[in-house]
């Protein structure tokens, strides 16, 4: 028992040292890709050995893509992981020197899902650019819009048209200031 509790402590150890832990060091892996896909706390990478070997044994794998100035790290779930009331088994961590994002297909009612975070849809009539291929998007500014924060933390949600019925994406972007 002795053992397990020293192994925990190891784990929450180099967790926190990653950065891949919040000051929460009880948190499970699960609740901090949650959190992260959420908005409510800043995307990840992991990239530490001894951190994916330990996220192995939780059966999550991961993909580590590199171009350019450009990070791409996909984790995939053996079990998917619930989001509020959707099921989402892969997650994508996208940075660059601006921009950081957990992208995620889930699937679900994504209306409920939107509602249930309270995000608003965009209207075709705005000015706002949409994609061509998407259907339906909605979207939240986490951040208030400020003048030292001209870019807030925001969380869109859509289909595109090659979606089934009960797939759509979520993403929590946030923007990095110098």
């Known amino acids: 028992m002795k053992k397990s509790y020293l192994l925990l402590?190891?784990?929450l150890y180099f967790l926190?040292?990653?950065?891949?832990?919040?000051s929460d060091?009880?948190?499970?892996?699960t609740e901090q890709f949650r959190s992260a896909l959420l908005c409510?706390?800043?995307p990840f990478a992991i990239e530490d050995k001894k951190i994916i070997a330990e996220l192995a044994k939780q059966k999550i794998t991961i993909k580590n893509k590199k171009q350019d100035s450009i990070t791409e790290i996909e984790y995939h779930f053996e079990q998917p992981i619930k989001v509020k009331n959707v099921w989402v088994n892969m997650i994508r961590y996208e940075s660059d020197n601006f921009?950081?994002?957990f992208y995620a297909k889930a699937i679900g009612d994504m209306h409920k899902?939107?509602?249930?975070i309270e995000v608003n849809p965009i209207l075709r009539s705005c000015e706002e650019p949409i994609p061509l291929d998407d259907t339906d998007i909605f979207r939240k500014e986490i951040t208030p819009i400020t003048d030292n924060n001209l870019y807030p933390d925001t969380i869109v949600?859509?289909?595109d048209k090659d979606s089934k019925?009960?797939?759509f994406y979520f993403i929590c972007s946030k923007f990095e200031t110098n």
């Open 25 to 29: 060091d009880t948190k499970t892996a």
């Open 157 to 159: 949600i859509g289909q």
């Open 113 to 116: 899902f939107a509602k249930l």
């Open 165 to 167: 019925p009960d797939e």
């Open 99 to 101: 921009v950081t994002s």
């Open 40 to 42: 409510q706390s800043k």
């Open 16 to 22: 926190s040292l990653s950065g891949y832990a919040s």
């Open 9 to 11: 402590g190891y784990t």
